[in-house]
């Protein structure tokens, strides 16, 4: 590299920095709703200013959002509906555990998307202008091109979610040096609470995969869901605390969904444990070292609505469905007709959108789960 060249790159360096600088403080002003957007920056700069290394994911994964959000801008203008910041996949439906209550139990796995279309996917995210890919399942991991594919596109911000148990060394490896990954390992409070719910041993497994991924010098958290059995124990200063030690920079809480095929009415959260788990995250943000997510509140905000649909979000099917959320086992398109342009140009997601009463919650934690008869009905007459 010249002289004039490294010149240019300090140079465009500085601009992002002065940039996130810039959005990482609107954080704090109190009047402005957060977005999971704004959490997901600051969760990127406390990870950045931690160490050298993750200074440079955090510019490098700036300057590459940056540049998507033109793209967005400047493709929206040409498509009939949304380009969605991000996109939710679930390459297989496939899983080493059984999970109680997981909503992905009752999914069929048997026409999954090839690695090929999986890669044109994403290449088409990124000429969009999609910022992120959260990727779920079942367990990512099972498909060896999961990481392969993440580490060539480079343009998208990845977030795959795993329950820890393919989390090798030299995975772990991987995942640090892409530069573009943010790591999600689930647990569900202590050892007590994770092997009850996902299986025996799972707890130590998920810790394993933290240390390994800590070691490696990778920006990862922890997702938990939150249910009426373990919202005391995840509300609780130890368990934070035992996150931060593990090395997490930051945690996602999901509310459960009573959806997949054995719902667990019980799990629900009265209206008085959510208000508490509510203060608990509100506190934690004041006084823990680590970025905190909560679903729903931190998605629907003030207005309390909704934002998958394709309005911020969608869910693409190991098979290819178009979904709304990946609560929603509904899809009338496939992206294997239309790519990801009919995605966002779904006439059944702008039904849903049009449709405002279907994005306002009530009681549950996901409105479309709990309007789910009427989105059925709505898919039969598309
Ligand atoms: C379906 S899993 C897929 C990824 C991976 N197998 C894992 O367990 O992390 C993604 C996340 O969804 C959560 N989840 C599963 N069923 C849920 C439900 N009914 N309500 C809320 N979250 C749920 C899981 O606990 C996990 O954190
Ligand atoms: S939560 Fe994840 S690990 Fe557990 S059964 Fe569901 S997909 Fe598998």
């Known amino acids: 590299m010249s002289t004039v060249q490294k010149g240019v790159a300090i140079i465009r360096f500085c601009f992002i920095l002065k940039h996130f600088l810039r959005e990482e403080m609107k954080i704090n002003k109190k009047s402005k709703q957060k977005t999971i957007g704004d959490f997901m920056r600051f969760a990127m700069w406390t990870w950045g200013r931690s160490n050298i290394s993750g200074m440079r994911f955090f510019l490098r994964v700036g300057l590459r959002l940056l540049l998507a959000k033109k793209r967005k801008a400047k493709n929206q203008k040409n498509i009939k509906g949304f380009i969605p910041a991000v996109i939710a996949i679930s390459p297989t439906m496939r899983c080493n555990y059984n999970c109680r209550g997981c909503y992905s139990r009752s999914r069929i796995s048997n026409n999954e998307l090839l690695t090929s279309e999986l890669d044109f996917l994403y290449s088409e995210a990124e000429e969009l202008g999609v910022l992120s890919i959260v990727v779920t399942g079942g367990e990512p991991y099972l498909r060896s ?225 709990e309007h789910y008869s009427e989105l059925e009905e709505l898919a039969r007459k598309m």
């Not at 899809?331 to 702008?350: D, M, Q, Y």
Request: hydrophobic content about 35%; glycine content about 8%.
């Open 145 to 369: 091109d999961t990481i392969e594919l993440m580490e060539k596109h480079k343009r998208l911000l990845f977030i795959p979610i795993t329950n820890g148990s393919k989390i090798t060394g030299e995975l772990a490896n991987r995942i640090a040096k892409s530069g573009n990954i943010i790591q999600l390992v689930s647990i569900e409070g202590f050892e007590e609470h994770t092997d009850n719910r996902r299986k025996k041993g799972s707890y130590k497994t998920a810790s394993i995969a933290m240390e390994l991924l800590r070691n490696a010098g990778a920006c990862f958290g922890f997702a938990a869901t939150n249910t009426s059995e373990n919202s005391k124990f995840l509300g609780s200063d130890i368990f934070i605390d035992r996150m931060i030690e593990l090395g997490c920079t930051l945690g996602y809480f999901t509310e459960y969904v009573p959806c997949g095929p054995h719902p667990q009415k019980k799990w629900l959260l009265s209206e008085e444990e959510r208000n508490f788990f509510r203060e608990k995250v509100l506190d934690f943000r004041k006084r823990k070292p680590i970025v905190l997510i909560q679903f729903p509140q931190d998605e629907y905000g003030e207005e309390n609505r909704c934002t998958a649909a394709g309005i911020a979000s969608l869910h693409i099917n190991s098979e290819g469905g178009i979904e709304p959320c990946p609560f929603i086992d509904i899809s009338v398109e496939n992206i294997r007709t239309g790519g990801l342009k009919a995605a966002c140009e779904s006439p059944f997601l702008k039904a849903i959108r049009e449709r405002g009463n279907l994005l306002q919650r009530d009681k549950l934690a996901c409105s479309l789960f």
